[in-house]
């Protein structure tokens, strides 16, 4: 009898534990990135001016807020809030 009151009781916990991670743990993001294809960019340059155009290429580093990606010919390497990477034309 004591060995399925446990079972019941971890098998409860990692419903409980798996429904609250699959929920982005409380906060408003993926677990899983999914979306790998950025086809337009809006960039914001350190004077203020906005450039737009296509990203040929682009890439996020592990434990970093910054990102690099190749539009127009020219490759940037910024933060994130400088930077919107759109999966196509807006």
Request: charged share 20%; aromatic share 12%.
């Amino acid at each position: 009898m004591k060995m399925k009151k446990k079972v019941a009781i971890l098998a409860v916990v990692l419903v409980i534990l798996g429904c609250f991670c699959l929920t982005g743990c409380g906060y408003n993001r993926q677990l899983i990135d999914t979306n790998w294809s950025f086809k337009w960019a809006v960039v914001q340059l350190g004077n203020g001016e906005l450039l737009e155009g296509e990203v040929t290429s682009w890439r996020d580093f592990d434990d970093s807020d910054c990102v690099q990606f190749t539009m127009n010919g020219i490759t940037y390497l910024t933060h994130y809030s400088n930077v919107i990477l759109c999966s196509e034309r807006p």
